[in-house]
């Protein structure tokens, strides 16, 4: 490996977490324990919520600081590294689609989640999909209070195309084919990857980053090294500079082990 790498960058969904057993592989706990004693940072980079990032119980303890919400809101312990809520109008603009087109949709403050306009599709998707069986949402009037740092709503593609451009300062992702996740322009996994090395004192270019989402690509793109999962979506590997193999392969440790992260 020629670049020096002092941290390490880890989408949950897919990449951490597999979506078969909900559970972080044994083989990336033992990887991630074994890169933690040779001295490097490990940071998580999600499109989740901070109170959706319920599954990390096997690693909580090896976890140095979080890019959370598709990177609107980064933090360290206590600490905020940054937060970056979404315009009002654009929030608004959204919901109003989504009343149009009657789609579901979740909505993230800075402290408690919401859900509206829920056929089914989001307890399916949040509830048995993401493994979240004892996740219960907050009231919306408490929720639309704060600060709104994302909005997930259910768009197809092409709901998607329409929406987004007539938004004033909003960025979208696609890591399923179910929903998108909007934030400010001013937040995605890449800028929350930059926000955090220079808060934490190392150089992007001294970090290796793991994804499988479209929301991951800024992310992969940001990092020294960007490793997309085998069972990544095809625009996720075309831009990775190594495509490791299946989550529940040992793809994690497999690619700390190719770039000599870890030992062989």
Not at 120 to 127: A, E, L, T
Request: charged share 25%; hydrophobic share 40%.
């Amino acid at each position: 490996m020629d670049k020096k790498i002092k941290a390490l960058f880890f989408d949950i969904d897919g990449t951490l977490v597999s979506f078969s057993t909900h559970r972080v592989p044994d083989s990336a706990v033992e990887a991630l324990e074994e890169a933690k004693r040779r001295g490097l940072k490990i940071y998580i980079s999600t499109g989740r919520p901070v109170r959706l990032i319920v599954n990390l119980q096997q690693i909580d303890r090896l976890v140095d600081g979080y890019v959370s919400t598709s990177g609107a809101y980064c933090f360290v312990g206590r600490q905020t590294v940054c937060c970056e809520p979404m315009l009002r109008e654009d929030v608004d603009r959204v919901l109003e689609a989504c009343r149009a087109w009657r789609v579901p949709v979740v909505i993230v403050g800075t402290s408690k989640v919401a859900e509206y306009l829920d056929d089914g599709v989001i307890d399916r998707s949040f509830r048995v999909g993401l493994g979240l069986h004892d996740f219960r949402f907050d009231p919306l009037d408490e929720v639309m209070r704060e600060p709104i740092l994302q909005l997930t709503p259910f768009f197809s593609p092409s709901q998607e195309a329409e929406i987004m451009p007539k938004l004033r300062n909003c960025t979208s992702g696609r890591w399923t084919d179910a929903f998108i996740d909007i934030t400010s322009m001013k937040a995605d996994k890449g800028i929350g990857l930059r926000a955090m090395a220079e808060h934490e004192g190392f150089d992007a270019a001294e970090t290796m980053a793991f994804g499988d989402g479209g929301n991951d690509i800024p992310l992969l793109r940001a990092a020294g090294i960007g490793v997309a999962m085998g069972n990544g979506r095809d625009d996720v590997k075309a831009i990775a500079d190594y495509v490791t193999t299946h989550i529940d392969a040992d793809g994690v440790a497999h690619a700390l082990r190719h770039f000599n992260v870890i030992q062989q």
